[in-house]
């Protein structure tokens, strides 16, 4: 079955520690996105990409760092630096154009 | 400033009968426009979309609707079931950056 896997499900990271979210797709799609969640409000965009080995920031790409090294997979990385961390976290894939971006499930992060 | 609004964060509606929701955006830029259905803990779902250049699109029991000159559109969802019940997130394109740009999301509740 194609799709998108995040892991883990829930993730706890002490303070000052940094934290890396998986993102896999098996969907041959060129775009991937990180997205944000917080109670209330809508998805916002932190990071993107559009090719291997490429990506822009998105509207609040403070205190995190991405890579794209593979086609499938877009891991994101919280840093220390993000000094309000605790989120839901959803990862999306995409063909270019106009196409819907599909999501994972997502990851939800808290701090100890 | 939000760029893609929807101004009633819940929506109740009986069984059998129509639900209507609204989402407003300001940049008449915007050339593809999408609906979500997300469940608790789980990643948004794509239900349908609709192009700038048409200006209605339906799939089954639910129909989106856009008005330019408005900038509004409106997902409608005929009959509206149980399981319809979820926050359900509007998302506009902007054709420069191919970002998506979500809504808050109005949370839906159908009861019988």
């Known amino acids: 079955d194609g799709g998108i896997t995040q892991s883990p499900k829930y993730l706890f990271r002490k303070e000052g520690q940094n934290v890396t979210l998986s993102c896999e797709q098996n969907l041959n799609h060129d775009a991937m996105y990180w997205y944000r969640q917080d109670p209330g409000q809508g998805l916002r965009l932190i990071y993107y990409s559009q090719i291997v080995n490429d990506f822009q920031k998105g509207d609040i790409a403070e205190g995190y760092s991405v890579s794209r090294e593979k086609k499938e997979s877009f891991p994101l990385t919280v840093t220390s630096a993000q000094k309000n961390p605790t989120a839901f976290y959803l990862c999306a894939s995409s063909k270019t154009g106009n196409q819907p971006q599909h999501f994972g499930d997502g990851t939800r992060l808290s701090i100890l | 400033d939000q760029q893609v609004k929807q101004n009633s964060p819940s929506l109740s509606v009986q069984e059998g009968r129509i639900s209507i929701l609204n989402c407003d955006y300001t940049?008449?830029?915007?050339?593809?426009f999408l609906w979500y259905k997300k469940y608790p803990a789980e990643g948004p779902t794509f239900l349908i979309s609709i192009s700038s250049i048409k200006d209605k699109n339906e799939d089954g029991r639910f129909t989106v609707f856009l008005n330019k000159s408005a900038k509004h559109l409106s997902l409608h969802i005929v009959p509206s079931q149980p399981g319809d019940s979820a926050v359900y997130f509007c998302?506009?394109?902007?054709?420069?950056?191919?970002?998506?740009?979500f809504g808050t999301g109005t949370r839906l509740q159908v009861f019988p």
């Open positions: 998302a506009a394109r902007s054709p420069d950056t191919d970002k998506l740009i």
């Open positions: 940049n008449s830029m915007f050339d593809y």
